[in-house]
């Protein structure tokens, strides 16, 4: 049983566009909810977390929209870079530690 | 500040051998979480170690296990390999009292 489903699996966004990735997930248990970037060869790499309390948070560039009747989140990467191109995972956290990912967005973002 | 690093980086072992996967964390973190990253799959949660002791363990079979040293550096069992078994295995460590986690490049286990 998948715990967070993430869509789309890949992204193809013009440079400068918006890209935008969700996530949904089921349990209510949950109470913290990251995002992750991944290059190749290397680890994941917080990006950005947020708590069910709030709707919204923004860092930079990146925006996660919270949804806690709708039980959705999402990622919005504005101005798109090549240099955002990578493997995104988001997750979902209970107050036990334990993290369900995502099974990742690849964006390729076009010169 | 150094961060997480994991030896080895490659391994390879035979179908039934064992595999030792070991982690460092970054100096202060108390929690080691480990993950499995199949070819083209999200993360699969495995392990959590906080101050020496596991608190958390994800729906993997016995055969995957592990240990947390006093040094807060954590080392991953794989007994009785299985093909299937073939991953990267993540290990991230996090700060006392916080969910925050910081991936290591990973050991690419290969099972022949």
């Known amino acids: 049983q998948q715990q967070v489903k993430q869509s789309p699996q890949s992204l193809i966004v013009q440079k400068g566009g918006i890209s935008i990735i969700n996530c949904a997930y089921e349990?209510?248990?949950?109470?913290?909810f990251p995002w992750y970037q991944q290059f190749p060869g290397k680890g994941p790499a917080l990006l950005i977390a947020?708590?069910?309390?709030?709707s919204e948070k923004k860092e930079g560039r990146f925006t996660i929209s919270f949804n806690k009747s709708a039980k959705q989140f999402s990622l919005h990467i504005m101005d798109s870079q090549p240099g955002d191109s990578a493997t995104y995972f988001c997750?979902?956290?209970?107050?036990?530690?334990?993290?369900?990912f995502g099974s990742g967005t690849k964006l390729n973002v076009k010169p | 500040e150094a961060g997480v690093t994991q030896s080895p980086t490659h391994l390879i072992k035979t179908r039934g051998q064992q595999a030792t996967l070991r982690c460092s964390p970054i100096?202060?973190?108390?929690?080691v979480y480990w993950y499995q990253q199949a070819l083209g799959l999200g993360l699969q949660f495995l392990l959590w170690?906080?101050?020496?002791?596991?608190?958390n363990r994800g729906n993997f079979p016995p055969r995957f296990s592990g240990r947390q040293f006093p040094n807060y550096s954590s080392e991953l069992n794989v007994n009785a390999l299985e093909l299937e078994d073939s991953a990267l295995y993540l290990c991230?460590?996090?700060?006392?009292?916080?969910?925050?986690?910081?991936f290591g490049p990973g050991t690419r286990l290969l099972v022949l």
């Open positions: 349990n209510t248990a949950f109470d913290y």
């Open positions: 100096s202060g973190h108390t929690s």
């Open positions: 170690y906080d101050e020496g002791e596991e608190r």
């Open positions: 947020i708590r069910p309390d709030v």
């Open positions: 997750a979902a956290g209970d107050n036990f530690n334990k993290f369900y």
């Open positions: 991230a460590s996090g700060p006392p009292g916080r969910e925050t986690q910081y």
